[in-house]
């Protein structure tokens, strides 16, 4: 296939190269040590992939170059399987590994819990805990609930959620529901960090600061400075690293408040893949270094499997999910016909275990 190339990619280029070349330069000095700590490299390695993402060639070492805009044509008709293990939440419906799909019912927004146990799940006028039948556990009766999500261990747990403007956090079995807030909050879905006690909490406020606390304490991690309005916050794995995705920039955050990574331009989403970075701009996947994917069609969402071997990348216009390897060979499996699938939905709350 002929390869498709952005109008002024060449300048955008340089441009968002010398935002992250001075951001990079603009880091404290680091005195050296004989034993490298783990962190430090982590932060490089974060640095580096996103700075790969801003100056990666055009065409460099990429999988698939689509210039329709109505999809992938030869497109498996339906959703046999995944490409690996897990159960992805899509609109109130469980899509298992093997194609089977179940309904949970009738939801404005759904989320997994830590290791997929359950599902929290949202109406216009309340939260529920549901079990991965649909059996429902609990409900809480709230205005307006938006961007549910559970986080904590197996034993001790905590929803995060917005009710209208406020930021609420109640305990994984439906007690001790309480306003946590700082400020109002901005129509973006909270972040737990990984792990339990201490509980630490992302969020973004209406304007455009993130806040970094501990809901049981009310300890303040660390806040931004306000500015664009955030569209995903996300933690790594070890819960070292915030990555804030706004329409323009990305940035990498430690648990200082330290800004370790900054990139400019357009973005859809973005989600860590191990040590790297998967970024999706309109009409292009990148990881690392790599371009994966690129269409003059619109891309909309970027989810990891578990396994960090695949990335599902929705496409709205064209009805199809794309799955994409992160590995070595070039892989790209399009499935369509997907909101014909699952009554309609259409957008991913998750990719579990």
Request: glycine share 12%.
């Amino acid at each position: 296939m002929r390869e498709f190339t952005a109008p002024d990619e060449a300048r955008a280029q340089a441009r968002t190269w010398g935002v992250v070349a001075a951001a990079f330069a603009e880091r404290e000095p680091v005195r050296t040590r004989r034993n490298v700590p783990v962190r430090p490299l982590v932060a490089l390695a974060i640095v580096g992939a996103v700075a790969a993402v801003a100056f990666t060639p055009p065409g460099h070492a990429v999988i698939t170059s689509v210039r329709k805009a109505i999809g992938i044509e030869h497109a498996q008709r339906a959703l046999y399987s995944l490409p690996t293990g897990g159960r992805v939440l899509v609109d109130g419906w469980i899509v298992d590994a093997d194609g089977s799909t179940r309904r949970l019912g009738d939801y404005r927004e759904t989320s997994w819990s830590p290791f997929g146990r359950f599902v929290v799940a949202a109406r216009t006028d309340r939260l529920l805990a549901l079990q991965a039948d649909g059996t429902v556990r609990w409900t809480l009766a709230r205005p307006d609930v938006r961007f549910p999500r559970w986080g904590g261990t197996r034993v001790d747990t905590r929803i995060a959620y917005l009710s209208g403007d406020h930021l609420r956090v109640v305990a994984g079995d439906g007690k001790g529901d309480r306003e946590a807030g700082p400020a109002p909050a901005a129509p973006v879905a909270p972040a737990w960090r990984p792990g339990g006690a201490p509980f630490t909490l992302a969020y973004a406020d209406t304007r455009g600061r993130i806040w970094v606390f501990e809901p049981d304490t009310g300890t303040l991690r660390f806040r931004t400075g306000a500015g664009e309005r955030p569209t995903k916050l996300v933690w790594s794995r070890d819960g070292s690293s915030l990555l804030v995705v706004r329409p323009h920039a990305i940035d990498v955050y430690d648990l200082r408040g330290r800004r370790g990574a900054h990139a400019a331009g357009r973005f859809v989403d973005a989600a860590f893949v191990g040590g790297r970075l998967a970024v999706l701009r309109p009409h292009e996947l990148t990881l690392g270094t790599r371009t994966l994917f690129r269409t003059t069609g619109t891309l909309r969402q970027l989810v990891p499997s578990p396994d960090a071997r695949w990335l599902l990348v929705t496409w709205p216009e064209a009805d199809q999910w794309l799955f994409v390897g992160t590995g070595g060979r070039p892989r790209v499996t399009a499935v369509a016909n997907i909101a014909e699938q699952l009554g309609g939905g259409f957008a991913v709350d998750g990719w579990t275990s």
